[in-house]
């Protein structure tokens, strides 16, 4: 069996868009690329956790520091054939401070881990959709602001560099999906269908596990 690992925030664990909730299996993206990936030839580890960065430790939030923790879950979950991992959202809040270069950097520091722990695997950058215009506005999320919503469309050409200099696949996920309505920063049901076709036809066309 393959084994695929989706390592990412909110939008990889399935938040379900302005609610306390999760999208159940068969909503997520994750659980939509495992099923038509095959669930007997193919097991996709869901390793979303909301809140996660790449490289920054959230003085609101512990343990979402991802340098921090995924040695040990590539090694908790060895052997891996792929790697997939979209993070840079949580990055963006304003309390960081952190262009979409400094993000990038981050990203190209978790590629150095995978290598490192899990040299047999695949790897699969995928940017994060854009946040909502609206984000920052009461009602929705404070931690972040203006200038994070700008960072946010500006991680998708920073990670293809770091994609093609590392020499690993990319994906913009904010060419599938779109942050909801309801709380400017998660996708709904569609993007998870949408984004799961990507990766699909990415891991179909390019990578051929």
């Known amino acids: 069996m393959k084994q695929i690992l989706c390592f990412g925030d909110s939008n990889t664990f399935g938040l379900v868009p302005g ?3 999760r999208y159940p299996w068969g909503v997520r993206w994750t659980s939509i690329l495992n099923e038509k990936l095959g669930l007997q030839e193919y097991r996709v580890i869901e390793e979303g956790l909301c809140g996660r960065t790449s490289i920054f430790d959230d003085p609101l939030r512990d343990g979402r520091n991802s340098v921090r923790f995924l040695p040990t879950l590539l ?3 060895s052997p891996l054939d792929l790697v997939t991992i ?3 959202t949580n990055d963006c809040k304003s309390l960081f401070g952190a262009s979409a270069q400094v993000i990038a950097h981050g990203i190209r520091r978790l590629i150095g881990q995978i290598r490192q722990y899990a040299p047999q695997s695949r790897i699969l950058i995928i940017s994060p959709i854009h946040l909502g215009e609206r984000v920052w506005e009461a009602g929705f999320d404070p931690e972040f ?3 994070s919503v700008q960072v946010s469309k500006e991680l998708a050409e920073a990670y293809r560099k770091v994609a093609e200099a590392e020499k690993v696949e990319f994906l913009d996920a904010s060419q599938y ?3 909801s309505e ?4 998660h ?3 569609e993007g998870h269908r949408n984004l799961a076709e990507a990766v699909y036809r990415i891991i179909e066309d390019k990578i051929l596990l």
Do not use: C, F, I, V
């Not at 309801?182 to 920063?185: C, S």
């Open 182 to 185: 309801k709380d400017q920063e």
């Open 187 to 189: 996708m709904t049901e």
């Open 177 to 179: 999906a779109y942050p």
């Open 86 to 88: 979209m993070l840079g």
């Open 75 to 77: 090694e908790s979950h």
């Open 19 to 21: 609610e306390n909730a």
């Open 145 to 147: 602001s203006r200038d």
